[in-house]
């Protein structure tokens, strides 16, 4: 019993952990049909400035430093669009070329400013010692983990459902042709929401650091699993993304643990089975 | 590092245009500076090593203003950026463009194996640090010696020790899913159960496993952990292994990386009291590294570990061999013939090679500890003269396969 109840919680945490990490490069991927490579690498940035702001300044809250390196990271992000991917609009393998160079640049960046060592991110103390689920001991930052990332996906949600931006986004998603033909700005609307979805990988790469800490070749590690996930879900679909993340936190976690030699390959696996049935994903639209 | 990469790149591009120009010039030049070839990765994940190990060859040629045995030495450094392809390539070019003498590095197992060929087709003595068992056992490279240690051979001490002396009877063991893990679990079991304990588990996750929770999780109850990783990874379980509140009721013991000093400089309290093994400490009482480890704590603020006594010693090994091959420092059969020949005092107490090009040296116990505000690997007890034969029958241990992850079979496990 207490298996399944650990695992189970371990799986939540790991699907939280993922959704911070696939909603913003889902984001970009839907509205801009833009496989933002340097995904991965925001994520780390965002690891690293916060585990360093959080050395620097004493008494400073993991969630201010989450949301500090967010911005930052998201500012950088929108100099990115707006400087390079404006002028590869209609060359996407122009656009993948450039956003894996960039998320190669921004690594060697962080190991020439932070070396190669990995950098703790403390965990909040007031969250430190464990929690009693059902009389076992589980840590409490990875439930709150989860927390957090149903308040972002609840945040975002509100944003493209409730507000006029989000009608303006779904336009640009559903049809960009139309969207721009109405009247919607839609090349503002390109470097907003890329800001976006690179501030929400920075804040992530905060919020995950006290399990997986700062390190050279995090970038390397959490880019396939944004890539998984976003396609399992299905392309420019928050409840994709949101879904996806935790059926890949539970098929981890659980192949891991009773699978251990199969740890990658299932992790692979239901998304080629989904991608052989249903090719837009799980929540995907068809010509979307 | 005043010795500068630019300079020395300088110095290697210029004799090179002069050599091409001028081919008499290449006759001369045999009486020019000796060239050592650093293969380093200073990019990508496994730069913090590459890095102390330029920074610790530099610091070792500097003190030596830059001569061995009377000879002048050119250092060329190259990045591998820890790839193989590419670490086969720089190889490649410090062979043929800086025309090098000797090669030190490799950093990883898997750019070792990488230029392995290449190194006998082209018959470069090479000082590796490298682990992977088999370049000094079945497969032994004639052009090869080792001056750090076999994945398993500062594991067979620990597990002595922790059956012998930490009384440990039932025993986890974790490490990352790769050669170098396999091979150092599987000598960490053998010993461990030829003194009378039992592997009741053993756990690989993939190395770029994103969360070790799941692994935590499933780690059965047991009188301590044995931690096989490297660099970030292991840094990265043993925080989720306290986050589960694991380290009250199991203890950790460490192979030779899992507590290098690059990865206990950025843990807090929670790492004091584990027992790891190396070759090396920067704790070390004699009166080489009495001199090398305070003077690079002075320069870069950090203690060395692993990759920086790594370079140093192969610095000192090379330096005793160019002292019995006067005038024949060219002659790549008479240097390869004296290094391997080297018995000499280095920060790691004194070293010789058995013939397959392994070094025989002591092996520590360290346990980490505190001292003026930083932690240290302090030295508890000291395994002299370890062969990567450990005490077994060398015809024997060369009959059976190579380690692996199912190699010895683990015969205890629990279900």
């Known amino acids: 019993m207490q298996f399944w109840i650990i695992q189970g919680l371990n799986s939540l945490s790991l699907g939280g952990l993922l959704f911070l990490l696939a909603s913003g490069f889902s984001l970009i991927f839907g509205l801009m049909r833009l496989a933002n490579l340097t995904h991965g690498a925001f994520f780390m940035l965002g690891a690293y400035l916060g585990a360093t702001a959080l050395r620097a300044i004493d008494g400073l809250n993991l969630w201010v430093a989450a949301l500090g390196s967010g911005l930052v990271v998201a500012a950088l992000g929108g100099v990115f669009e707006r400087l390079v991917l404006t002028r590869l609009k209609t060359n996407p393998l122009g656009q993948v070329l450039v956003t894996l160079g960039m998320s190669f640049i921004i690594a060697d960046a962080c190991l020439v400013l932070w070396g190669g060592d990995p950098i703790p991110v403390p965990t909040p103390s007031a969250l430190q010692s464990p929690t009693g689920v059902f009389g076992y001991a589980f840590p409490t930052y990875r439930l709150v983990l989860v927390g957090c990332s149903i308040a972002v996906a609840i945040g975002l949600y509100l944003l493209l459902e409730r507000t006029r931006v989000g009608a303006m986004i779904r336009a640009g998603v559903d049809d960009r042709q139309m969207a721009r033909a109405v009247g919607i700005p839609v090349s503002t609307l390109f470097t907003a929401v890329f800001c976006l979805g690179a501030g929400i990988a920075g804040a992530g790469g905060v919020l995950g650091g006290p399990i997986l800490s700062a390190y050279p070749g995090l970038d390397a590690d959490m880019l396939p699993l944004a890539l998984i996930v976003v396609i399992l879900g299905g392309v420019g679909s928050l409840l994709g993304a949101f879904i996806g993340s935790f059926i890949i936190g539970f098929i981890y976690t659980f192949g891991t643990a009773l699978l251990p030699e199969f740890a990658y390959i299932i992790l692979f696996l239901p998304m080629i089975l989904v991608i052989a049935f249903r090719p837009q994903g799980l929540f995907g639209r068809v010509g979307a | ?415």
Not at chain 2, 20 to 46: D, E, H, V, W
Not at chain 2, 278 to 286: G, I, P, R, V
Not at chain 2, 289 to 295: E, I
């Open chain 2, 1 to 415: 590092m005043t010795l500068s990469r630019r300079e020395f790149v300088g110095a290697a591009t210029g004799a090179g245009i002069a050599s091409m120009a001028a081919p008499g010039l290449l006759f001369a030049q045999s009486n020019g500076p000796f060239r050592i070839g650093l293969l380093a990765a200073k990019t990508g994940p496994l730069a913090s090593g590459g890095i102390d190990m330029e920074l610790a060859l530099n610091m070792f040629l500097k003190e030596r203003n830059g001569a061995l045995a009377d000879r002048k030495i050119e250092l060329i450094v190259a990045d591998t950026a820890g790839v193989p392809a590419t670490a086969r390539t720089k190889c490649q070019e410090l062979v043929e463009k800086n025309n090098i003498d000797c090669l030190i590095g490799p950093l990883a197992a898997f750019e070792a194996l990488a230029i392995n060929d290449y190194v006998v087709q082209k018959e470069i003595p090479t000082i590796g640090v490298a682990a992977a068992e088999d370049m000094t056992q079945r497969q032994a490279n004639p052009w090869f010696v080792r001056v750090t240690a076999t994945a398993a051979q500062c594991a067979y001490p620990l597990a002595e020790y922790a059956a012998k002396e930490l009384k440990y009877k039932r025993m986890v063991t974790m490490a990352d899913d790769f050669a170098y893990g396999h091979e150092m679990c599987a000598g960490f079991q053998r010993v461990f159960e030829d003194n009378g304990g039992k592997i009741i588990q053993k756990i690989f996750p993939p190395l770029t496993a994103p969360d070790y929770g799941s692994y935590v999780a499933s780690i059965k109850n047991a009188d301590a952990i044995f931690l096989g990783t490297a660099g970030s990874n292991g840094f990265r379980f043993l925080r989720q292994f306290i986050e589960y509140g694991l380290k009250d009721k199991m203890a950790v013991i460490g192979g030779m990386t899992a507590l290098d000093e690059s990865v206990l400089r950025n843990m807090g309290d929670e790492a004091l009291g584990i027992v790891t093994t190396s070759f090396y400490s920067a704790e070390l009482d004699n009166k080489a590294n009495q001199a090398f480890a305070p003077a690079f704590r002075k320069q870069n603020k950090y203690d060395p570990g692993y990759y920086a006594a790594s370079t140093y010693i192969a610095g000192e090994v090379l330096e005793a061999a160019l002292k019995t091959t006067t005038g024949k420092a060219r002659d790549k059969k008479a240097l390869i013939g004296s290094i391997r020949g080297a018995s000499t005092d280095t920060i790691r107490g004194v070293v010789k090679f058995d013939e397959f090009g392994n070094i025989i040296g002591n092996a520590y116990i360290r346990k980490v500890t505190r001292k003026d505000g930083r932690l240290v690997n302090s030295v508890v007890k000291t395994y002299p003269d370890v062969s990567q034969f450990w005490t077994y029958d060398k015809t024997a241990f060369l009959k059976n396969p190579v380690y692996s992850r199912d190699y010895p079979p683990a015969k205890n496990l629990e279900p």
